[in-house]
Structures are given as C-alpha cells and as structure tokens.
C-alpha cells in the first residue's frame, strides 16, 4: 500500500528556516517522480519542487528558487524539503505526492499526481 506521511512544519518568523520530511512506504524514492505542493485558502494547489526520476532532474517554482531544496533519502525512503529565508507568502498546507509513474513528460503538473500525504501546517509570520 502507497503510503505518504508529511511531518516537520510549524510556526516560524519571515527570515526563518524549516525542513519538512515525507516518509513513504509501499515504493522507493527511485520508483516514481514525487514531490512537494501546497496550499493556501486563496490559491489552488501549486507546485513547489519535484523529482523526476526517469531523468534525475528537479523542478522549482519560481517563487522559491535559491530558497528551497528538494533532496531524499533513499536509505530511509524520505523525501525532504529544506526551507530557508520563509517568508509570509509561504504559509500554507504543504503536501507531499507521488504519480507513481517511472516516466512521465507531465511530472509537474499538480493533476499528474494522485497519492498525496495528509500535509503539514506551515505558517510564517511577518
């Protein structure tokens, strides 16, 4: 059974950093793309960053360029965020999801994704 279990979020001031982790269970990290999303009331789904694992490549929005790292690690079968310079426009629910897929051309579109975690709260104040 597919299995995604976010942690790691929390209350943090703008300038702050944060790591979240997703333990998954059911596949390995190098099996399918997989990747961090979030969301906020005002918005839909967004991507943040991705893995693509047919070609070992990874996606950034835009938004969090130069501040996020998407990383894993396979020995524990964990996916990793690391969040540094937060800011407030970063709060939201983030997620994390696979496509179970070994290859896709799709891989960063949200609706490409259909396993998802129960998310993590994460809130930066201003």
């Known amino acids: 059974e597919v299995q995604l279990v976010e942690s790691g979020g929390g209350l943090v001031q703008a300038g702050g950093s944060l790591r979240l982790s997703c333990k998954v269970s059911?596949?390995?990290?190098?099996?399918?793309?997989i990747g961090w999303f979030r969301q906020t009331p005002e918005k839909e789904r967004e991507g943040v960053s991705c893995?693509?694992?047919?070609?070992?490549?990874?996606y950034y929005a835009d938004s969090v360029k130069g501040r996020f790292t998407i990383s894993k690690d396979n020995a524990r079968n964990t996916l990793y965020l690391q969040m540094n310079d937060l800011k407030p426009q970063d709060t939201g629910v983030y997620y994390c999801?696979?496509?179970?897929?070994?290859?896709?051309?799709?891989?960063?579109?949200?609706?490409?994704?259909?396993?998802w975690g129960q998310g993590t709260q994460v809130t930066v104040s201003s």
């Open positions: 893995i693509n694992v047919y070609h070992g490549t990874t």
């Open positions: 999801a696979t496509d179970r897929l070994p290859y896709n051309p799709r891989w960063v579109r949200v609706e490409e994704y259909d396993y």
């Open positions: 059911g596949f390995t990290l190098d099996d399918y793309d």
